[in-house]
């Protein structure tokens, strides 16, 4: 039965490489020498990867805040999960166990994040089993690590998050109606409808067919050239206020 899994899952994940950066999951054997965990990454230790991180996307951004920069390094490490976790629901109907522990991280990649999986372990694809593995696993750490160190609210991340996870499930639709995969395209509209209800999700913003209107903001206009974004609470970038609201 395991071995049986393992096939369905695709233990090189491969079959997840068509839809696009975001989706793919390098897999390793061993360790990964010098690349930290992800649970290395949401605890202050001496590596420190998540400050690493997000001071590379401020320079990058030239953001005049670090919270900017924290917002926009959170919002892309989102995609880069709920990418891999819904695209593997959708086609496989498993999704592979993304323990921190075992998932590594390389802070210095360029977009989207370098993720790398040092062994497949495939677990049913319920939305229970989805908001586990991403939305406990790792958002609620990451969230907890963003607020601590640059004082980013509470709302915006979540609101981040939805839109990240809204963001997924739209590309995957595009994906799996262009190549006649309409039951990949129904799973995917399911599972991001129940997980946008989940406590840590609920009330971030509104899901109309493929489309999502959040009602936070993720602070992107406010880097140099930067704009509302197409899920933005803003119709255009705010010019008086200062910040953006957060919840």
Request: glycine residues 8%.
């Amino acid at each position: 039965m395991v071995l049986l899994l393992f096939v369905d899952l695709d233990p090189d994940l491969a079959a997840l490489r068509p839809l696009g950066g975001f989706f793919v999951l390098r897999t390793a054997r061993a360790a990964l020498g010098p690349l930290a965990t992800l649970t290395e990454a949401y605890a202050e230790t001496g590596k420190d990867p998540l400050t690493f991180r997000v001071q590379k996307v401020a320079h990058a951004l030239r953001a005049p805040e670090p919270r900017i920069a924290a917002s926009v390094a959170q919002q892309g490490l989102a995609a880069r999960l709920w990418s891999v976790t819904l695209g593997c629901a959708a086609l496989h109907d498993r999704v592979p166990d993304l323990d921190p522990r075992l998932l590594h991280w390389d802070p210095d990649a360029g977009a989207p994040d370098d993720l790398w999986l040092t062994e497949v372990r495939p677990l049913p694809a319920d939305p229970a089993t989805l908001a586990d593995a991403v939305l406990h696993g790792h958002l609620e750490p990451l969230t907890a690590a963003l607020r601590v160190r640059y004082r980013v609210a509470e709302g915006l991340l979540w609101g981040n998050a939805a839109s990240a996870l809204a963001g997924a499930a739209r590309q995957l639709d595009q994906w799996a109606r262009a190549n006649g995969r309409t039951d990949a395209a129904a799973k995917a509209r399911a599972l991001t409808a129940e997980l946008l209800d989940h406590p840590l999700l609920a009330g971030t913003g509104t899901l109309t067919g493929a489309a999502f209107r959040r009602r936070s903001c993720c602070l992107y206009y406010r880097v140099p050239g930067g704009g509302v974004c197409g899920d933005c609470c803003f119709t255009r970038a705010p010019r008086s206020s200062p910040r953006a609201p957060s919840g």
